[in-house]
């Protein structure tokens, strides 16, 4: 976009201007409110998906989805207002599997996994508070940051192609296949996908947002879209799940592996979230990092602490938020028109459930194909350097988590660098680190 459109729009931002600081970042107010749509429709099918995972462990659904939409209204507007960061806040589908199908499967009840989730969401709060989360954020090499876009990139692209049913994957062993490309909902979602390039190589303003739109009303005829039968309806009641969650019963040394499982994933994927989301809106420096990153860290402990109270647990910035930062957003006004979206489905529910997830898969597709430009920047012919950016992109694809697949490229850094006799070159922290990376590892091929 021209510079001067950019600073006419802000000039007349009042006080949206001066709180977000538009103009410092170059946006405007109708740039960050567009963005903010965008990455709300991006991430509206998560309201169909949490309740789903969580009713499979016992939690009332409807409770579920009253409370996913309180979780992503309250951090998004926490991180709008402390972070001033473009970051959507709330359930990641990772925590979801976990407590409604995976400690449930080990007879473990849904308030004891909530539990776990919480406790999890304290150490988060208590060792950002500490400043050790940034301390190893920044003891992240300069390859594996660079790296961290396309590897993300590989699941948010591989999450839009399952959406769209152009990929399905195994249930139990993960393994993945080529969908049915003439089903109506993969027809619809290649549409999309095709309408979303030819706006963007235009450079029509909001293109992701109108492919979805498009893509969502040209799904009637064919049955994916489905219009509500009322546009407007009262929110589910949180009775069944206010305060439910079992702390105490938590408590018990039996469930380590699981909080260490909670922990290091969520760790791992809030962090390489963080990063990636930011350099797609241009906040990283050259090494990599971004400024005052503590805040974000502390939103995102602050709601994966509090979210189990309301029956939602590990709470995390969304990694659909990169759809908000390519659409332009920059700031925290982006992340509180997110925020106002959510919130205005407590009662227009029926309106977010109507967009089919095949309409939105484009958007996670193209962004995530173009997240892969980061690899350019990584010294791939330093294969030291290069190899744990590959393994880590190969871990997230093979275990279908990005938050796994950083764990994975760390622990394959310090590897590669000892055997390769360049010990030092590895700081000490990370050595540290790859301790608990270990165990993770192992709780994980158990779990």
């Known amino acids: 976009m021209a510079q001067p459109s950019v600073t006419n729009a802000v000039s007349g931002g009042g006080w949206l201007q001066r709180r977000f600081q538009l103009y410092q970042r170059q946006t405007s107010v109708k740039i960050e409110c567009l963005a903010g749509i965008t990455g709300f429709l991006a ?66 009840t849904w308030p004891v996994g909530l539990g776990i989730a919480c406790w999890s969401g304290i150490l988060f709060f208590l060792l950002t508070i500490l400043g050790l989360r940034e301390v190893v954020t920044r003891s992240i090499p300069q390859s594996i940051k660079l790296g961290l876009t396309a590897s993300i990139g590989i699941f948010v692209a591989l999450l839009g192609f399952r959406n769209a049913g152009l990929v399905t994957a195994n249930v139990k062993t993960h393994a993945l296949g080529l969908g049915d490309f003439t089903a109506p909902g993969a027809l619809i979602a290649l549409l999309g996908l095709l309408i979303a390039i030819g706006l963007q190589a235009r450079r029509v303003p909001g293109a992701i947002l109108w492919a979805i739109l498009l893509a969502t009303l040209a799904g009637l005829p064919f049955g994916i879209t489905h219009l509500p039968a009322e546009w407007i309806s009262l929110p589910h009641s949180l009775t069944p799940l206010i305060g439910k969650v ?15 499982i909670f922990f290091a994933s969520e760790f791992f994927s809030t962090m390489g979230t963080t990063l990636a989301v930011g350099g797609e809106a241009g906040l990283l420096d050259e090494h990599g990092n971004m400024k005052n990153i503590n805040r974000p860290f502390v939103v995102d402990s602050i709601a994966a602490a509090l979210g189990p109270i309301f029956g939602i647990p590990a709470a995390t910035a969304l990694i659909e938020s990169a759809a908000a930062a390519e659409a332009g957003g920059k700031t925290g006004l982006t992340a509180l028109t997110a925020a106002v979206m959510f919130l205005l489905m407590l009662l227009l529910t029926p309106i977010a459930l109507m967009i089919p997830k095949e309409a939105t898969a484009p958007a996670l597709i193209l962004i995530g194909l173009n997240m892969f430009s980061g690899l350019r920047k990584v010294d791939l012919s330093n294969f030291t350097e290069g190899l744990p950016v590959l393994m880590m992109v190969m871990a997230t694809l093979i275990s279908n988590s990005f938050g796994t697949g950083i764990a994975a490229g760390l622990l394959f850094y310090v590897a590669i660098k000892v055997v390769a006799g360049k010990a030092r070159e590895v700081p000490v922290s990370l050595y540290v680190l790859a301790i608990p990376l270990v165990y993770y590892f192992a709780t994980l091929t158990h779990h």
């Open 43 to 108: 991430a509206a099918y998560l309201l169909v998906v949490i309740p789903g995972l969580l009713a499979v462990g016992g939690i009332d659904k409807g409770a579920a989805l009253t409370g996913t939409i309180i979780v992503l209204v309250a951090g998004s507007l926490l991180m709008a207002f402390y972070a001033n960061l473009p970051f959507m806040v709330g359930p990641g589908i990772g925590g979801s599997v976990l407590v409604g199908i995976t400690l449930a499967g080990d007879g473990i």
């Open 246 to 260: 079992d702390l105490l019963g938590a408590l018990n040394i039996a469930f380590l592996p699981f909080l260490f």
